[in-house]
């Protein structure tokens, strides 16, 4: 239950978060509900305020006028003989209290507390549902200490034959009656009737509270529609736009500002399509250039190139001058055979022309070849490489000779920027993927450094002699080798402590890459593994 509960949380929160029109309606009803109930509660308040003080002013006025017209009855009873009969006056008081007030309050006419003398001339007289509990003693405290002409008054609860609770209010006065002594009259009366009225002004505030909710959330979302809607429409025209989809538009209605928005839009993604294709064909036109230029060159690139094999072949019968002059012609000519090779792979690349070769592979196979082609520039920098392999899933489908040409492009650059420090290479696998990591320590590069070095033509350090004779496009070329292949070519690096190349590859084609089974840069190796290209 409660991972369900979780769930759910999560559900709304997504649809919160990704919903513009969900937000704006939930706090259009959230607020209005607020204010609902807030202007509810302030009308119910005061509704209920003024019906209860019209109905105690009413009751007050009623009971001044009930204990009036009893003291005229004893009064009466007194003027009319010397011994007068209390206790038909008392029915007759009573008689003439029933008919002052409006409504059937239940009486009472007790005989005040306190007074001296025997046995009452005049018995107490109530109605039959008339409980002493009704008037309490703060009541009757207040009625004794009160005036003669004075009403006290207390609110109480009534319990009804059912067991029902209803308000009440219960008025005390004074009764003088000669021969007899003082009286204390009490009428309590019902206040279902203005419960009633206010419970029916609060369930119309209610409904009508609930209704204008309801009319508001519904104004609410029509609205929203109006406007997020085309907002919606914008966003996934956006979104075709940035897939390519560059003939997308929006459509333009009316003269709002929604249709100016929408024209601007329109106009934007036209610039957008214009500039587009004229990037596009400039660089159809540079890719073009490229190739051809690259494949024009191949053909005086040979005559060169034979032509400096027979000079460099001839040397040593050559003045040390022009012996050393045939030997930079042979250097360069090789070097510039490279260089075309890369453009040529870079324009390859350019076009999307490149075809995979795959075939399941050994990974710790090649890293141990291509350590293997690089042994003597290895022994020539008297640099020692170690080879870290501590087994698993080292299989993959790859295209063999490009990711050997990756492996020979790290560690080239290693071995020419490692100082003669020894070079960890870590291969290490999972079920999903495998990863490469070449690190020397050498001289290392700085941030700015490591962002760029994989610019086609950049070097760190253009004045560095470099054994291997790079053209500047070999990181370049082993990037888009890694990116064929749907894998990652990654660099970590800082002044003084050298430098980690990581490639990661998915173990099967199309598999898409969620980690890398080494860390960047790995931990270093507890002994000296594999050796492969130590000096000796």
């Not at 009403?151 to 219960?170: D, F, H």
């Not at 700015?448 to 053209?471: C, H, K, L, M």
Request: charge should be negative; charged fraction near 25%.
């Amino acid at each position: 239950m409660r991972f369900d509960a979780r769930r759910r949380l999560g559900e709304l929160a997504r649809v919160w978060r990704r919903s513009l029109r969900v937000r704006v309606i939930a706090v259009t009803l959230i607020l209005s509900a607020v204010a609902s109930v807030a202007i509810g509660l302030y009308i119910s308040v005061s509704v209920r305020g003024n019906l209860y003080d019209q109905r105690r002013t009413q009751i007050l006025a009623e009971a001044g006028r009930a204990t009036a017209a009893a003291r005229s009855v004893f009064e009466q009873a007194e003027a009319s003989g010397d011994s007068p009969d209390l206790d038909n006056a008392g029915d007759r008081a009573v008689d003439a209290i029933l008919s002052r007030v409006s409504s059937h309050p239940l009486l009472a006419l007790q005989r005040a507390p306190g007074q001296a003398g025997g046995i009452p001339a005049l018995e107490d007289l109530q109605t039959p549902d008339f409980r002493d509990t009704m008037a309490t003693s703060a009541l009757r405290d207040a009625v004794r200490s009160g005036g003669i002409d004075e009403v006290s008054w207390q609110s109480i609860a009534l319990v009804k034959a059912n067991g029902a609770r209803a308000p009440g209010i219960v008025t005390g006065s004074v009764i003088d009656i000669a021969n007899a002594g003082r009286y204390q009259l009490f009428l309590v009366y019902d206040l279902s009737d203005v419960q009633s009225t206010l419970d029916f002004v609060q369930g119309t505030l209610a409904l009508g509270g609930v209704a204008l909710v309801i009319l508001i959330g519904a104004v609410a979302y029509v609205i929203v529609r109006l406007v997020v809607g085309p907002v919606r429409e914008a966003a996934e025209t956006s979104e075709k736009l940035a897939a390519g989809q560059l003939e997308q538009r929006l459509p333009e209605r009316g003269d709002d500002e929604l249709a100016t928005l929408a024209r601007s839009f329109n106009r934007m993604a036209d610039s957008l399509q214009s500039q587009i294709s004229q990037l596009a064909d400039l660089s159809r036109l540079q890719q073009r250039f490229v190739s051809d230029v690259s494949h024009e060159l191949r053909t005086p690139l040979t005559t060169i190139r034979l032509a400096g094999d027979v000079l460099y072949d001839r040397r040593d019968e050559f003045p040390p001058a022009t012996r050393r002059t045939a030997e930079l012609l042979h250097a360069q000519t090789q070097r510039f055979e490279v260089l075309l090779g890369d453009l040529l792979e870079m324009s390859r690349y350019d076009a999307g022309a490149v075809q995979l070769d795959l075939e399941p592979t050994n990974l710790v196979r090649l890293v141990e070849d291509a350590v293997e082609s690089l042994r003597p520039l290895a022994l020539e920098k008297e640099t020692e490489v170690r080879v870290t392999a501590p087994g698993g899933y080292f299989e993959a489908e790859v295209d063999a000779r490009r990711i050997r040409r990756i492996l020979q492009n790290l560690l080239g650059n290693a071995i020419d920027h490692g100082e003669g420090r020894p070079i960890d290479v870590h291969v290490d696998s999972d079920a999903q993927a495998v990863a490469i990591a070449v690190r020397d320590h050498g001289i290392g590069m700085t941030p700015t450094d490591a962002q760029r070095v994989f610019d086609r033509f950049w070097r760190a350090d253009p004045s560095r002699q470099r054994t291997t004779g790079g053209t500047g496009l070999g990181l370049a070329i082993a990037q888009e080798d890694a990116a064929v292949h749907g894998g990652r070519l990654e660099v970590w690096s800082s002044p003084g402590e050298g430098s980690c190349f990581r490639l990661t590859l998915p173990r099967r084609r199309g598999e898409v890459l969620r980690g890398s089974p080494l860390e960047l840069p790995p931990p270093e190796p507890q002994d000296a593994a594999a050796p492969l290209g130590a000096a000796s």
